[in-house]
């Protein structure tokens, strides 16, 4: 029966453990080990229970248990001592505050933010680097404003059919169940903003506020009483709809997120940002309602441009076109036929394509983001050359190498994806870290190795249950992995490009190195198939069905719903991770950086950041048959080449 009305239940704490609704609220508990924890010796296991998410961790206890907690004077001397921790982290100068010139604030726009498992609003890479941005940030004190959508059903939930089939489910989140707060004006009432629709339609969003540590996070939500029905759904999921869908989130998110940041700035007495970062395309229309400001102030459009354009960053991510956003030149021409300050004919030439090979009836984001930016960046040395190459056209008359995009290549936070055993190896300091006697580190080692063991099979069986698998039929689970084997880990989205059947050219022969008698290895795979790729599906249900094969199904694992929470355990646990794309289609790929984090090994093909980082002695290169034109025997060469390296 489908529910009429859902509601979330949340804590209320007495007064001694008011300090508590400070720590949860601010996410900088997702990676600061004291904090969580503290949360953690609360109740550890309905701590783990809850995914390690301390709001629906609190609102699940026993009242005996909160008011125990209140009468606790060791934890309430604890509690004390963790918001005295916060306060000082969030107000001490940091590393910005010594820097000459250096802007007041930023604002930094993205489709979607991976923060933590406890707020779904990530699918993939572009999102936990998002993430990882804001935290580094906070933690390096830049007055950074992140700007994003609230996705009430987020991404996806990925299950399997008994056949090894994805299947997908979207989870309804209510914001008030998440560590999110309201933005409310001096009266106590949500603020909205509001974007113009085609029609005279206008699309109305409160917004929710996400404190990443220093950084506030704005998340827009269409789900507001004034908007037309259809409209609650603007902010429905990541990466779902139509082109209409599409543009009117894309809309949202470059003008209506302009918008917040001035509302919000205005509120809480924050900078204003004098520099606007667009991650990928998505947010490119956050120019326009720049350039509509200026406007508003007298200045031409050109003028407008320029000035908006000094203070713009665009970062691309895709070395493919058919990564980028393209809309009919129609559609868009609709959205801004009446805007008197934005002339449509101007506006549809920012994002025509223009160059040869170019489509004149589309409308390409990326281009917009690219003529609006100042500064254009890829996201690693290679791909900022695979970049300049593929938008050369923006640029008549210039080499290729004198096309003026940049590379910043991709980092990860640290604190975030480092085993607390790893880090206690550190004590601040990598370098000795590094020092560390080798027998000292294969402990630690083998220690996260067994945990990963544990996991897998914990959720591999809950998998195998929900494919209809009965209880005596999974006692081999019992068996799956061996923590004394060399792990491999591969784990990422699945598009075609990133290969991940590669290691079942010959399936033949990858049973031969797991099932090898005097050195076995094991593999754990993980990865989401977009909702609309059929191709991708295909691919994962190749990969289950070999890994259900009895022969095999101790030394290889698939396992669904590869989220935030299961990359911490893999990246943890696997000795070496394996990444093997069409090269040079991986732009640049961190996985493997918190692969290297705790210890692991990269073997990869050369692409993205391992292009420029591998040295031959922090992993190994699959030599890549470049120039191979038939894609079977090129992956045949390089598959031949990941097994010799294995084996």
């Given at each position: ?7 979330t239940?949340?804590v ?9 609704q ?12 004291p904090?969580a924890?503290?949360?953690a ?11 390690g998410?301390?709001?629906a ?6 009242s ?29 100068p ?5 820097q000459?010139?250096?802007p007041?604030a930023?604002?930094?726009?993205s489709p979607?933010f991976g923060i933590t498992?406890a707020?779904?609003q990530?699918?993939?890479g572009?999102g936990?680097?998002?993430g ?17 959508l609230?996705y009430?059903h987020?991404y ?5 059919s008994a056949d ?12 008030n169940?998440l ?7 001096e009266a ?6 509001r974007?113009?629709?085609t029609?005279?339609?206008?699309l109305?969003?409160q ?14 939500d269409?789900?507001?009483?004034e ?6 759904e603007v ?21 209506g997120?302009v ?12 900078p204003?940002p ?10 490119g ?7 509509r ?7 031409s459009f050109d ?17 493919v076109p ?8 129609s559609?868009?021409?609709e959205?801004f036929?009446d ?8 506006v ?17 984001m ?19 050359q ?5 938008f050369a056209?923006?640029?008549p008359?210039f080499?290729?190498?004198?096309v ?7 980092g ?5 994806w480092?085993?607390p055993?790893?880090?206690?190896l550190t ?6 870290a590094?020092a ?12 996260l ?6 996991e897998?099979r914990?959720r591999?069986?809950?998998s195998?249950?929900?494919?209809g698998?009965?209880?005596a039929?999974?006692?081999?689970i019992?068996d ?12 990422r ?13 010959d ?11 005097a ?7 993980a ?6 790729d059929?191709?991708g599906?295909g691919?994962i249900?190749?990969m289950?069905?070999?890994s ?8 290889i694992v698939?396992?669904p719903?590869y989220?935030?929470?299961m ?6 646990g ?17 996985s493997g950086m ?7 090994l990269n073997?990869?093909v050369?692409?993205?950041w391992w292009?420029e ?5 922090n ?22 080449a ?6």
């Amino acid at each position: 029966m489908k529910a009429i009305r859902r509601f979330t239940v949340r804590v209320t704490l007495p007064e001694p453990l008011a300090a508590l609704q400070g720590l949860m609220l601010n996410l900088r508990w997702s990676w600061h080990r004291p904090a969580a924890d503290l949360f953690a010796s609360i109740d550890p296991a309905a701590w783990a229970a809850s995914g390690g998410d301390p709001i629906a961790m609190l609102s699940a206890l026993p009242s005996a248990r909160i008011a125990a907690l209140a009468s606790d004077q060791d934890f309430l001397r604890r509690l004390a001592e963790a918001e005295e921790d916060l306060r000082q982290y969030m107000s001490e100068p940091r590393w910005y505050a010594g820097q000459d010139r250096a802007p007041a604030a930023v604002a930094y726009f993205s489709p979607e933010f991976g923060i933590t498992a406890a707020l779904p609003q990530y699918s993939g890479g572009l999102g936990i680097l998002a993430g990882d941005h804001l935290k580094t940030a906070s933690d390096l004190g830049v007055p950074l404003i992140g700007v994003g959508l609230l996705y009430r059903h987020g991404y996806f939930t990925q299950s399997l059919s008994a056949d090894g089939w994805q299947a997908e489910r979207y989870p309804s989140d209510d914001p008030n169940g998440l560590a999110l707060e309201l933005l409310r004006d001096e009266a106590g009432a949500p603020v909205h903003v509001r974007v113009s629709l085609t029609a005279g339609r206008q699309l109305a969003a409160q917004i929710w506020v996400a404190q990443v540590g220093r950084v506030p996070l704005l998340l827009l939500d269409s789900y507001v009483e004034e908007n037309e029905a259809d409209l609650h759904e603007v902010t429905d999921r990541l990466y779902g709809g139509g082109s209409d869908h599409r543009l009117r989130q894309e809309l949202l998110l470059g003008i209506g997120g302009v918008r917040a940041v001035r509302a919000f700035c205005a509120l809480r007495g924050h900078p204003s940002p004098e520099v606007f970062h667009t991650n990928e395309g998505h947010a490119g229309f956050l120019g326009l309602e720049r350039i509509r400001e200026y406007a508003e102030q007298g200045l031409s459009f050109d003028e407008a441009l320029e000035v908006g354009r000094a203070g713009t960053v665009f970062t691309t991510h895709t070395p493919v076109p058919a990564g980028i956003d393209r809309f009919e030149r129609s559609l868009v021409r609709e959205h801004f036929a009446d805007d008197p300050l934005l002339p449509v004919d101007r506006v549809l030439g920012l994002g025509a394509e223009t160059y040869a090979g170019g489509d004149p009836e589309v409308f390409n984001m990326a281009v917009m983001g690219m003529r609006l930016a100042q500064r254009v960046n890829g996201v690693s040395l290679l791909h900022g050359q695979v970049s300049r190459e593929m938008f050369a056209g923006l640029w008549p008359g210039f080499d290729t190498r004198e096309v003026p995009i940049g590379s910043v290549t991709n980092g990860v936070h640290t604190p975030t994806w480092v085993a607390p055993e790893i880090a206690a190896l550190t004590r601040g300091d990598w370098e000795q870290a590094a020092a560390t006697p080798a027998a000292e580190l294969w402990k630690v080692r083998h220690a996260l190795r067994g945990r990963l063991v544990a996991e897998t099979r914990r959720r591999l069986r809950a998998s195998w249950r929900q494919r209809g698998a009965s209880g005596a039929e999974l006692t081999w689970i019992d068996d799956v992995l061996d923590e004394n084997v060399l792990t491999i880990g591969f784990a990422r989205r699945v598009p075609s490009y990133k290969r991940l059947t590669l290691m079942l050219n010959d399936p033949e022969r990858l049973s031969e190195l797991l099932n090898d008698p005097a050195q076995p290895i094991q593999v754990v795979v993980a990865g989401k198939a977009h909702p609309a790729d059929e191709g991708g599906k295909g691919l994962i249900q190749q990969m289950v069905l070999f890994s259900d094969s009895p022969d095999v199904r101790r030394r290889i694992v698939f396992l669904p719903d590869y989220d935030m929470a299961m990359a911490h355990a893999l990246v943890q646990g696997c000795d070496v991770w394996l990444n093997n794309p069409l090269r040079p289609l991986e732009a640049c790929g961190t996985s493997g950086m918190k692969a290297a984090l705790n210890g692991g090994l990269n073997v990869s093909v050369r692409d993205g950041w391992w292009d420029e980082w591998y040295d031959g002695g922090n992993g190994w290169e699959i030599p890549s048959a470049d120039g191979v034109a038939d894609a079977a025997r090129r992956d045949a060469l390089e598959a031949t080449a990941l097994y010799e390296l294995l084996g």
